[in-house]
């Protein structure tokens, strides 16, 4: 029998309904929290008949249930942070307001009032309640529309959103964080909530503190499901301030845990599941499942590498003066660090080709970036390569009738984000997947070609089918 090596995480309450199709209330909190590193408690306010649709029906607990549910947490549990969700009605926002104000935590409200779908989860009695809850919180998660509700004004540009989170500061919460759906900006464009419809759009969201207004601003995901992300926003900043195990919050403690959150749910809105005959959920456990896909994909660039060094083709006349670097990224991956390459290069050496060091996360830089540019046109691609580039090069791709494009790096404007970025944009952002990707090169830069798979074998298969027709 094995010794227990019990784990000790930091606790995180939520007050909130439940969602029956798992992407907002209860459900989002619960997984946010564990994505987040934190043990989970719930009170249950109430049981909605909920899909990726909309609401079809709610059912309110009685306030005695609710209110055991948090005297059974509070009593046995050391809650670091607590959040509120959908509460429904004023007796309900009362129950939680009167046990919550008692823990010595900081306590995030989100104030539910309408779904996603549009359909209200508040009534009007409770709208009003909601001042003493705000009153004694550390910060308040409102949307556009919440927030013209708690202000009592319009919210349609920036500017409205900060001057309706000074608004709702009124009613004493420390902090309050107007999240950017449905905002305009300066030129009168509209910013739709989690929205990317092509590198430059963003979304702003808006936290006044008691010393500052920042911002904090993510890509806008385009026609993405954004079901359960105010949920999971709320309760990521749960989570990172359960760490401070007090409600005395610093500033900088509170920036940095909305900093987190807000790249947190823009991943969990980018990356949604496709579930359900609606939009689909916004998938709350995203970075963990990025950071378990990374052993795998290890894996498939240890075997890929592995392949190249024992290859029997003349694969050492595709290398590059530079070197070669084998990519891959798992289904998430939209940052240097979440992709696995060979740490170091692929280079010619007098036994063969041979990797200079091993395989990590985040390794490569050049051929990562150009990877994540082309999952921007494609993101079924998962492994890239960089190889030569001649005459003898040329040949074989013309020989193999390959769709293949190119790009010069004269033509890069001053303001590209890079050349690799730049250049996969230039090749990918048509309707045809290329092939191969050449790179002619410039003075002091190496021309290069570049292929990108779905899957290592293919990857393997189209090197070894180059490397034959040299």
């Known amino acids: 029998m094995r010794t227990p090596a019990p784990v000790t995480r930091p606790v995180a309450l939520t007050v909130a309904g439940s969602d029956s199709g798992g ?10 929290f564990a994505a ?62 009167d046990r919550l104000a008692a823990l010595s935590a900081p306590v995030v409200v989100d104030p539910v009032m309408v779904a996603t779908s549009g359909d209200r989860l508040l009534d009007r009695a409770a709208e009003r309640a909601y001042d003493d809850l705000l009153a004694d919180a550390t910060v308040a998660t409102p949307n556009v529309d ?20 000074l608004a709702v500061r009124d009613t004493g919460v420390d902090a309050v964080l107007v999240t950017g759906g449905h905002l305009h900006d300066s030129d009168g464009r509209s910013e739709d909530s989690g929205g990317r ?28 499901a954004t079901h359960g992300s105010g949920c999971t926003l709320s309760a990521a900043i749960t989570a990172h301030l359960a760490r401070h195990a007090t409600d005395d919050v610093p500033e900088s403690a509170l920036v940095d845990a909305v900093d987190a959150a807000t790249d947190h749910m823009e991943r969990a809105v980018r990356y949604h599941h496709d579930v359900g005959q609606g939009p689909g959920c916004v998938q709350h456990l995203v970075d963990a499942r990025t950071s378990r896909d990374v052993s795998t994909v290890a894996r498939d660039v240890s075997r890929v590498v592995a392949t ?32 696995v390459a060979v740490d170091g290069r692929l280079a010619t050496t007098h036994s063969g080709v041979r990797a200079t060091g091993g395989v990590r996360p985040g390794a490569s830089s050049h051929v990562a970036r150009y990877l994540l540019a082309a999952r921007e046109h494609h993101p079924e691609l998962r492994y890239a390569v960089n190889v030569r580039y001649d005459d003898r090069v040329a040949d ?31 090749a990918y952002r048509g309707d045809d997947r290329p092939v191969a990707v050449v790179d002619r090169g410039a003075h002091g830069k190496e021309p290069m070609t570049k292929l990108a798979t779905e899957t290592p074998d293919a990857l393997l298969d189209r090197l070894t089918t180059l490397a034959d027709s040299l």
Not at 147 to 153: C, P
Not at 198 to 224: I, K, N, Q, S, W
């Open 23 to 32: 992407g907002a209330g209860v459900q989002a909190d619960l997984q946010t």
């Open 308 to 339: 190249l060094e024992n290859a029997t083709a003349p694969v050492a006349a595709l290398l590059p003066e530079v070197g070669t670097n084998v990519v891959g990224a798992p289904p998430h991956a939209d940052r240097v660090a979440d992709t």
């Open 197 to 224: 419809s092509d590198g430059t759009d963003t979304v702003t969201d808006v936290l006044v503190t008691d010393g500052d207004v920042h911002t904090f601003e993510h890509p806008r995901v385009a026609a993405a």
């Open 146 to 165: 919440e927030a013209e509700v708690l202000a009592g004004r319009d919210v349609d540009t920036l500017a409205d959103a900060r001057d309706a989170a």
């Open 36 to 97: 987040n590193d934190v043990h989970g408690t719930s009170a249950v306010t109430a049981a909605t008949a909920q899909h990726t649709r909309g609401v079809e029906s709610t059912h309110v607990l009685p306030t005695d249930e609710v209110a055991a549910q948090l005297d059974a947490v509070i009593d046995d549990f050391a809650v670091g942070a607590a959040k509120t969700g959908m509460l429904a009605t004023a007796d309900v926002v009362e129950t939680a307001h």
């Open 396 to 426: 074989a791709l013309d020989a193999l009738d390959w769709p293949v494009t190119a790009y010069d790096r004269g033509d890069e404007p001053d303001d590209a984000p890079g050349t690799m970025d730049w250049g996969a944009d230039q």
